[in-house]
């Protein structure tokens, strides 16, 4: 996730102003949305720019590992004797897919991958999600480092953790008026 900027209101003759940074650091959050529970898991991968390059490895292996571990970490929170099958949505990312990744699936064979149809982020719930938590935690801010990006990030799916209602509410695409 990146600072994002978006539209506010601010008093009138004064521009809002949000400065921003020559800085390539990114912060990656990988979360599973318990469509019945309204319970959240995620897990945070930094980017930073100065390591990836002193590392050497791309992007998408970086990701997948990254990825597979969060498929580790999603199949000890629902484990195969008390969840018979644990149904993932996914887009067509590069790191959805690779060796990591059935390696961590081997490791988990309850956890079953379902993929998305290309370019359709209206079909993955949790693509309206992410749009409340960019809001919340990143939209017109400027963090000094990706600390506390990464702070703001927390607290906010946090947040979201004591609202388990609004977030049903939210990915099944219904209004408040609507839910009766």
């Given at each position: 996730?990146?600072?994002?900027?978006?539209?506010?209101?601010?008093?009138?003759?004064?521009?809002?102003?949000?400065?921003?940074?020559?800085?390539?650091?990114?912060?990656?959050?990988?979360?599973?949305?318990?469509?019945?529970?309204?319970?959240?898991?995620?897990?945070?991968?930094?980017?930073?720019?100065?390591?990836?390059?002193?590392?050497?490895?791309?992007?998408?292996?970086?990701?997948?590992?990254?990825?597979?571990?969060?498929?580790?970490?999603?199949g000890r929170v629902y484990?195969?004797?008390?969840?018979?099958?644990?149904?993932?949505?996914?887009?067509?990312?590069?790191w959805h897919r690779g060796k990591p990744i059935d390696e961590a699936l081997a490791e988990g064979p309850h956890l079953e991958l379902k993929r998305l149809p290309s370019y359709s982020p209206q079909l993955n719930p949790i693509e309206r999600f992410w749009k409340v938590l960019r809001r919340r935690a990143t939209h017109n801010r400027l963090f000094d480092a990706i600390a506390d990006l990464k702070k703001s990030v927390r607290a906010s799916l946090g947040y979201f953790q004591t609202v388990r209602q609004r977030i049903l509410t939210l990915i099944n695409g219904r209004r408040k008026e609507a839910v009766k």
């Open positions: 996730m990146v600072p994002t900027l978006q539209a506010t209101l601010g008093v009138k003759g004064h521009r809002p102003v949000v400065g921003t940074r020559d800085c390539k650091d990114v912060l990656y959050v990988f979360a599973v949305l318990n469509l019945i529970s309204g319970l959240l898991h995620s897990n945070t991968l930094e980017s930073l720019q100065a390591a990836n390059r002193k590392s050497g490895e791309s992007k998408t292996r970086r990701m997948q590992r990254a990825f597979a571990d969060h498929l580790r970490h999603i484990p195969r004797e008390q969840f018979g099958r644990v149904v993932l949505l996914i887009d067509n990312a590069p």
